[in-house]
Nanobody
Framework: QVQLVESGGGLVQAGESMSLSCAAS????????MGWYRQYPGKERELVAT???????KYGESVKGRVTISRDNAKKAVNLQMNSLKLEDTAVYYC???????????WGQGTQVTVSS
């Protein structure tokens, strides 16, 4: 079993920065892909960024150049640094972790990010 605890989020002004963190516990290993997705009201979750156990990174098109994902295997954590935030970055952000040994996917509870003008 895996538990994910997200931190960060809140209210920020456009153009500012924000960081999100997700701490995992349970059967998460260095091979576990980790990432962040976001969801707008009434929409499906969309990719923000993912990082594999081999540190292969993928960013969503709408955040490329403004977001950096990193992972700390010792802490079983994945972090998201977001810069130059835009109004359209306002969404609920979810941490996502996979456990390859059983092909299961786990989601955090979500954290609200609100960007104001």
């Amino acid at each position: 079993q895996v538990q994910l605890v997200e931190s960060g989020g809140g209210l920020v002004q456009a153009g500012e920065s924000m960081s999100l963190s997700c701490a995992a516990s349970g059967t998460v290993t260095t091979a576990s892909p980790m990432g962040w997705y976001r969801q707008y009201p009434g929409k499906e979750r969309e990719l923000v960024a993912t990082i594999t156990g081999a540190f292969v990174i993928k960013y969503g098109e709408s955040v490329k150049g403004r977001v950096t994902i990193s992972r700390d295997n010792a802490k079983k954590a994945v972090n998201l640094q977001m810069n130059s935030l835009k109004l359209e970055d306002t969404a609920v952000y979810y941490c996502r972790v996979e456990t390859p040994y059983n092909s299961r996917v786990y989601w955090g509870q979500g954290t609200q990010v609100t960007v104001s003008s």
